[in-house]
C-alpha cells in the first residue's frame, strides 16, 4: 500500500487504513477470485485510491487498474513478457518484471 497523505484509519485503528492511493496484491489460488472481485468493490468505494495492482503467481502476468481521479473510470493495463516494464501510474515509477518476479519460479 501506498500513501501520500497523513494514514487515515477505520476506527481509529491501526488494522484498516482508508486513504491508500495504491494498493499491491500478490494473488494467489485460494484468494484471486475474492480480490479480483468483491474485494476490488470494497476498495474501489475509497476516494483517494487510484490504483490496484495485481501480480499473478500461476505466470508472469500483472494487471493494474487506474483511474486519475475519484470521478474517473478505471483503466485497465496488462503486462505480461516481452513488456520489460509495469508502470505504476498513481506513484509514477516504472517496475521491471525481472525485478517483480526474481527470486522465484515463476514462468513468463
Keep these: 500500500m501506498v500513501v501520500c497523505q497523513k494514514p487515515v484509519f477505520f476506527n481509529n485503528t491501526e488494522t484498516a487504513l482508508i486513504n491508500p492511493i495504491l494498493i499491491v496484491e500478490v494473488l494467489s489460488k485460494s484468494t484471486e477470485a475474492y480480490d479480483r472481485g468483491e474485494k476490488f468493490r470494497k476498495y474501489r468505494t475509497l476516494p483517494s485510491l487510484c490504483e490496484y495492482v495485481l501480480i499473478s503467481t500461476e505466470r508472469q502476468l500483472v494487471e493494474t487498474f487506474y483511474r486519475p481521479s475519484e470521478h474517473h473510470l478505471w483503466q485497465f493495463f496488462a503486462y505480461a513478457p516481452p513488456q520489460e516494464f509495469v ?9 521491471s518484471l ?4 526474481q527470486q522465484t519460479n515463476v514462468a513468463p
Design 87 to 95: 508502470t505504476l501510474q498513481s506513484i509514477g515509477v516504472d517496475v
Design 98 to 101: 525481472y525485478a517483480i518476479y
